[in-house]
């Protein structure tokens, strides 16, 4: 039963990091875009979401 449910996570995972990779990329180009602009109010949102997403990758890669 550990041996299934091992390699259901290791599955999931595999699936998710390439979506939260491009969420990444994505957040990372509407930061940008954002300091180019001098929107405080989104680029502290960026920031924010760019932290959700920097937590998602290392519980996913641990």
Do not use: C, G
């Not at 041996?3 to 990779?21: F, I």
């Not at 930061?31 to 680029?43: N, R």
């Amino acid at each position: 039963m550990k041996r299934v449910m091992d390699s259901l996570r290791k599955r999931e995972v595999m699936e998710r990091l390439p979506v939260v990779k491009m969420e990444i990329d994505y957040e990372l180009m509407t930061l940008f875009e954002a300091m180019e602009e001098q929107d405080k109010i989104q680029v502290r949102e960026s920031k924010e979401r760019l932290e959700q997403l920097r937590r998602e990758w290392v519980h996913l890669i641990s």
